[in-house]
């Protein structure tokens, strides 16, 4: 099948030898999130006014502080800063949280404010709408190109989460027998590669006993770091640190 402008960065995920191509999917539009977050974008009024208005989530935070643009940031956090006591003055002027004693109280003006701000990121509403079209891409090439049909059953299955996301978004994208399929193949994948896994784990920990010292370490040296991966979508290098 002939590779367009999506195909490309899904089918290369799937080339490489990883615990989860959904996760490596992410990861690159991340990179590139925070690339153009901390690029001269950031000298521009309407990327300005928006990161203004929605800040970042403590993940983003931290990969643009390990960015080294720090004057960079430190403007993007300045003006953030400054509307955000804008808004909150007002609001605390505005008086006490809704709702008496006996009856089920309401957010506060200040809360609504605050968990909005919790809830809302420049990096992932710039990175959603990309990421969806690759999942899209996903059921489009397993329904029509059997070369990636044959990646998608020899790759070393997902993470936890994409697993999820995967499974609940084929009955939209297949349908009938194609969808019954794939979520069989799919279930197949992950099972039986968080089960080696867990195996690679369970020797791991084999070897802190004395019994087992002069024994191979097998494929277990990085069983714990790839455990995470698949239970909580943190590639292995972001894990040990060593992601520059």
Not at 18 to 26: H, I, K, S
Not at 182 to 206: G, H, I, M, Q
């Amino acid at each position: 099948m002939k590779e367009q402008l999506y195909t490309i960065p899904v089918n290369d995920e799937f080339d490489k030898d990883c615990e989860c191509p959904v996760c490596g999917m992410y990861r690159s539009l991340q990179e590139a999130a925070v690339d153009f977050t901390m690029g001269p974008s950031y000298m521009e009024d309407d990327i300005r006014m928006e990161t203004n208005r929605t800040g970042f989530c403590d993940r983003h935070i931290r990969l643009l502080y390990q960015n080294q643009n720090r004057l960079g940031l430190a403007l993007i956090l300045l003006t953030h800063t400054e509307q955000v006591i804008k808004h909150a003055e007002k609001l605390a002027r505005g008086g006490k949280p809704a709702g008496g004693l006996f009856r089920k109280k309401e957010s506060s003006g200040v809360k609504a404010y605050m968990d909005g701000l919790d809830a809302s990121c420049y990096i992932c509403s710039r990175m959603a709408g990309m990421f969806e079209r690759y999942l899209v891409t996903v059921f489009y090439l397993y329904e029509h190109d059997e070369e990636f049909r044959r990646k998608f059953s020899a790759c070393k299955g997902f993470c936890n989460r994409h697993y999820a996301l995967l499974y609940e978004m084929a009955p939209s994208q297949l349908s009938g027998k194609s969808c019954e399929e794939f979520l069989s193949e799919l279930s197949r994948v992950y099972l039986e590669n968080l089960k080696r896994v867990r195996d690679d784990l369970e020797w791991f920990t084999d070897k802190f006993d004395y019994r087992y010292v002069n024994e191979p370490w097998k494929n277990s040296k990085d069983a714990l770091q790839r455990t995470i991966q698949k239970l909580n979508s943190i590639p292995a290098d972001e894990v040990d640190g060593t992601k520059k």
